[in-house]
């Protein structure tokens, strides 16, 4: 990825112990990048870095177009 900014948000998804990150289907990074549902990403926080599995939302309350929304 081009170390673009998305604006982090936790969602209250039970996911059972596994990372995932929630992006919008009309994301510009999702759409720039040609992700896939499912894929691995990495998600970097000042000095913190985990791996998730990311998810596709087209619902608004979940995830809007400029940002994430995480485990």
């Given at each position: 990825m081009?170390?673009?900014t998305l604006?982090?948000?936790r969602v209250a998804i039970d996911?059972?112990?596994?990372n995932v990150a929630y992006l919008h289907?009309?994301?510009e990074v999702y759409r720039a990048e040609g992700f896939q549902a499912l894929s691995k990403i990495k998600i970097s926080t000042n000095d913190n870095k985990i791996l998730?599995?990311?998810n596709v939302v087209d619902d608004d309350s979940i995830?809007?177009?400029d940002?994430?929304?995480?485990?």
């Open positions: 081009n170390n673009q604006k982090l948000r996911t059972y112990h596994e289907r009309e994301c998730a599995v990311l995830c809007h177009t940002g994430a929304g995480t485990f």
